[in-house]
Structure formats: structure tokens, C-alpha cells
């Protein structure tokens, strides 16, 4: 399916919404993009930096729109989708949420259901804003398409060909397991981040020691806890059960650490570190497996 020129009203006009704005008008794939946002300020920005070409209502952009990309906290989305379905005739609307279940119950039961195409592009920073939007960024990341089967036939097929247009690899999940899997791969990592954070802040009061010791190790793994609560609140909120299945084995996890250090049982803190060092494994796998994708994707 070849499909160019589209007309992309993008709902939250932040760090994902403003990339994938950037990204579908950059391939040449939209060419019309419009903003729908209730914050002023990212509104004007949007428009200043070019990511979008106007803003109108919410009721305005739908009308208009052939493809609609749903941006904001997925508690807001979730809330949102059965009234863009209300809205939508031949429209396609898709997402870009860290948790799925909740916005497909949202629309499960739904005579549009399937003009929506539930999916989560596997990419993200810990800023925010218009001006985090970042471009040529998305060639050869996963993004996620949860129960394709419910999706009409040329709904989904327009999400697959806009998404492999702009290099990115789809892999289908349901919605359940997509949760559960982001719980463990995704959300506890914030979590920790926060928690390291706060850690610190609380024991060390010295600002500039902090500053003047944090080692690369230390930045790289608190780096997330610059991420925005009212993008993280909500995850966690509709993700409750399995941030809390993954944290009570996190915690479990510390536990073991922080009895092998209280007891000396060095040779136990040892296997902890030397289990642990199996995810290099993984990581090297994924790696690789991305350094294939870059030399059979074709230059754009």
C-alpha cells in the first residue's frame, strides 16, 4: 500500500508526538500536519519549530485528518479514544502509549473499534516538550502492534506501511502480554531510576558533591529519573498489577544483595554479579541483530 501526502492530525504535541510528526513529514509521507494540544505553550512552540502546519479543535482535526496519532498520558488516551471513535468515519487512528490494555478496553465493544491500531514505538528520552521532538531517530526501532486481528484490514495496513516507511521494525503482541513484558523491560527501569534518585538527594546534601563524583555509571543509570511524572503517573496507574508483580521480585532481588552483604557471604554476592552478567548475552544479541537491520535497510 502505498499512501503519501496524508493529512496527520497529531493529538499531544510533546517529545513522541512532535518525532513521529517530524518523522512522517521528513519521509514525505504527510503532507499537512495538524496539532491539537491543550497546553498553550507547547501549542505555539509546535508551530514555531514547524512540526505542525496549524492548530484547530479537537473536532476540527479529526474532520480533517485521514490519519490521527494519539500523543498524550495513556490515562488521557484512554479516556480520549472512545469519543475520537465517536468522531472517526474512514479515519484511522492509532497511538504511541507504554501500556495498551487500557486504551483497548477503552475501545473494546466499540462499532469504530477497528479504525484504531493500538501501537508503541519502543523509543523515547527522558525530556519533554515540543523542542525534545527529535529527528531521524526512529529507523531500525521496534514499534509494537497489539491485537492486529481487531484492527480493520486497511487500518492496520496503513499504520504497517507508514511505520516500515519510516524504518521502523513491527512486532505483534496482544495486549496483555505487551503490558506485562513492559512492566518488566521498561517501567521497573524507571522506577529504579526514581528510586535511585531520591536515594541519593536524601542521603547525600551536598549538591556539589553529587556533581563534582557522579561517575558515568551513576548518570546512565539515574538519567531516567529526568522523565516527567505526568507521562509516568499515568503508565503506572494503568499498569498497576505488573509494576507490582516486577517491583516485589526487585525488591526480592535487593534483598538478596543486601543480605550477603550484611552476613559476608562474599561467594554469594559473587554468583549474584556473575548471574546478573548473563544479560550481556542479550544485549550483544540485540545489538547485533540491530547492526544487521542498518546494512539491509536501503538508504531513504
Not at 499531544?12 to 497546553?39: E, F, K, P, Y
Not at 521502523?168 to 531510576?193: F, P, W
Not at 540485540?286 to 544487521?292: A, N, R, S
Request: aromatic share 6%; glycine share 6%; charged share 25%.
Amino acid at each position: 500500500m502505498e499512501q503519501k501526502n496524508l493529512t496527520t492530525t497529531i493529538i499531544g504535541l510533546g517529545l513522541i508526538g512532535g518525532t513521529m510528526a517530524w518523522a512522517l513529514r521528513d519521509q514525505g509521507l504527510s503532507g499537512h500536519i495538524i496539532g491539537v494540544d491543550n497546553n498553550e505553550e507547547h501549542s505555539r512552540r509546535a508551530l514555531e519549530l514547524g512540526i505542525i502546519d496549524e492548530l484547530l479543535t479537537l473536532e476540527e482535526a479529526v474532520k480533517a485528518a485521514d490519519l490521527i496519532i494519539l500523543a498524550i498520558p495513556v490515562t488521557a488516551a484512554a479516556k480520549l479514544l472512545p469519543e475520537l471513535l465517536n468522531m472517526v468515519d474512514h479515519q484511522v487512528i492509532t497511538d504511541v502509549g507504554s501500556t495498551k490494555r487500557g486504551l483497548v478496553l477503552a475501545a473494546e465493544g466499540h462499532p469504530r473499534r477497528g479504525r484504531y491500531v493500538p501501537a508503541h514505538p519502543m523509543w523515547g528520552t527522558e525530556f519533554s516538550g515540543p523542542d525534545a521532538a527529535s529527528r531521524n531517530v526512529l529507523e531500525g526501532v521496534v514499534n509494537i502492534i497489539c491485537d492486529p486481528a481487531d484492527s480493520d484490514k486497511d487500518a492496520l495496513s496503513l499504520v504497517e506501511y507508514l511505520l516500515t516507511s519510516l524504518g521502523m521494525r513491527i512486532v505483534y503482541m496482544d495486549s496483555l502480554s505487551h503490558d506485562t513484558h513492559l512492566a518488566y523491560v521498561s517501567h521497573i527501569s524507571h522506577i529504579s531510576s526514581f528510586a535511585l534518585a531520591n536515594t541519593v538527594l536524601e542521603k547525600e546534601k551536598e549538591e556539589d558533591t553529587i556533581f563534582n563524583l557522579a561517575s558515568s555509571g551513576f548518570e546512565s543509570t539515574v538519567r531516567l529519573a529526568k522523565s516527567n511524572s505526568a507521562t509516568w503517573v499515568p503508565v503506572f496507574k494503568q499498569n498497576k498489577e505488573n509494576v507490582l508483580d516486577v517491583l516485589n521480585e526487585y525488591i526480592s532481588q535487593l534483598r538478596k544483595f543486601k543480605a550477603s552483604l550484611e552476613k559476608e557471604n562474599w561467594s554469594y554476592l559473587n554468583e549474584l554479579i556473575e548471574s546478573s552478567n548473563k544479560i550481556r548475552k542479550v544485549l550483544d544479541k540485540k545489538q547485533g541483530e540491530k547492526q544487521e537491520q542498518k546494512k539491509v535497510t536501503p538508504n531513504k
